[in-house]
DNA sequence: AGACTACCTGAACGATCGTCCCAATAACCG
DNA sequence: CGGTTATTGGGACGATCGTTCAGGTAGTCT
């Protein structure tokens, strides 16, 4: 029984995650495809085989990558839909607000998550984490709502993509008639 | 006033459109990651210099192919609206077989087309093109429906992408219960 | 203290990248 | 027919890529 830790890993382990959010950063900015040893290392402040000793390749730090985020995805809409309800009928507006955030200041933050999502379609290992926040999720949801429940997540999912391609991002107004429709029940 | 078209602009003109249809497949095999003067020319049978010659550079090739490639979108969607109006009550079982279809054979195309919508999100330069089929929906459905098309829009793109990356694509019998909640007027 | 081990890092390798250069070809114009 | 021009294609340049390697550093263990 070990009772102390080797500090050698703690900071090895340290600085793994530091190169996992260096990442993310440079997928915000440049997209998947800007992700190099080198451009990680540089926006991490580490030297580049530092990432290549963290990380099998550069396909390992990308997988590690999409945890992490998928991660982030799941509790961040989880509290997400927890407000909305605890709202009550103004849960619309909830939603429309969070919605033209994630199109406002943290557009850079929705295209990697839809890039990374991409990157699921064509590597089955990701696929798990991908749908991680899906189903969590789906989960929470009483299960008579489940088609309802279906259209109101992938309408979700259309609104953000279309709103990736706006010259400007929609405002909380532009989103309301649309969020207000999506949930209003049949 | 010029009667005679210069023959060699016209072999010119249908070797770059070989060289942008090269370039889709490309995508659809290996994503826009995988796109490269020398992968595109292998792909179409002509040589490295010759992607470099019709087209300024690699960015350039990628605007050219998501033109075609929104062209192709608008045109095919218009007809499946057509279709499923045509066919009155069963729209919604035409729009869950071809929802199927771009899930399940043309899966490869459909990555592509997502992929391409990504990238617009990162060039203004694209955007017009990419949101040019959303325009051309838009554009033919009564204005009084408005909000109610829009839905329909964003769901039918996160249907797609969310069926992305499901182990194996989902059936037109599974889709139909989503695509009926989907379509029932409010 | 000495052996051990995990972490760190500068240098370098071969491969591949985008792009340029220039000669060759062939269709068009006068 | 000679001159012009658009297209073709081989070769090469410098840059950057992923990855390897060998040595150096510093905590941990006996």
């Known amino acids: 029984m070990r009772r102390q830790v080797d500090g050698r890993k703690l900071r090895g382990e340290k600085r793994r995650g530091e190169i996992i959010e260096a990442t993310l950063r440079v997928i915000e900015r440049d997209g998947v495809a800007g992700v190099t040893h080198r451009t990680v290392a540089k926006e991490a402040g580490v030297p580049t085989t530092s990432t290549t000793y963290h990380f099998a390749g550069l396909n390992d730090l990308l997988i590690a990558t999409l945890m992490e985020c998928a991660r982030d995805m799941a509790t961040e809409v989880y509290w997400m ?7 009550g009928s103004r849960g619309a507006e909830e939603v429309a607000n969070l919605l033209a955030e994630a199109l406002g200041p943290r ?8 890039e990374l999502y991409l990157l699921a379609a064509r590597r089955p290992e990701l696929r798990t984490a991908a749908r991680r926040w899906l189903d969590v999720l789906t989960s929470m949801v009483r299960h008579d709502d489940e088609v309802a429940f279906r ?3 992938a309408g979700i999912d259309g609104l953000l993509i279309q709103g990736l391609i706006d010259d400007e991002p929609p405002t909380a107004e532009e989103l309301r008639p649309v969020v207000d429709y999506l949930l209003k029940p049949r």
């Open 81 to 87: 839909i927890d407000r909305a309800r605890s709202r």
């Open 107 to 114: 557009r850079g933050r929705t295209m990697a998550e839809y």
């Open 151 to 153: 259209v109101f997540l």
